[in-house]
C-alpha cells in the first residue's frame, strides 16, 4: 500500500487542503474526514504531496488519549 501526505487544491473552499493520499487513488481529508476519489473529485494536477511526513498526533489527540 503507497501511501504519502499531500496537499490537494479544494474547488469548493477555493484553497488547498492537507490530506493523505492512499494507493495514489484515494485522499483521506485532513479537514472532514472525507474520502476522495483522485480523477473524479480532485483532479490529479492539483495534488501535491509533501516531501516529509508532518506528525499531527499533537494535533489530533493533545495531551491525553480520548476516553
Do not use: R
Given at each position: 500500500?503507497?501511501?504519502?501526505?499531500?496537499?490537494?487544491?479544494?474547488?469548493?473552499?477555493?484553497?488547498?487542503?492537507?490530506?493523505?493520499?492512499?494507493?495514489?487513488?484515494?485522499?483521506?481529508?485532513?479537514?472532514?474526514?472525507?474520502?476522495?476519489?483522485?480523477?473524479?473529485?480532485?483532479?490529479?494536477?492539483?495534488?501535491?504531496?509533501?516531501?516529509?511526513?508532518?506528525?499531527?498526533?499533537?494535533?489530533?489527540?493533545g495531551d491525553e488519549?480520548?476516553?
Open positions: 500500500m503507497f501511501v504519502e501526505q499531500v496537499a490537494f487544491w479544494d474547488e469548493e473552499a477555493q484553497k488547498f487542503l492537507g490530506g493523505i493520499m492512499i494507493d495514489k487513488k484515494h485522499i483521506i481529508c485532513g479537514e472532514c474526514g472525507g474520502v476522495l476519489t483522485v480523477g473524479e473529485d480532485v483532479q490529479a494536477e492539483n495534488v501535491k504531496p509533501y516531501d516529509d511526513w508532518a506528525d499531527i498526533s499533537d494535533s489530533i489527540m488519549l480520548p476516553q
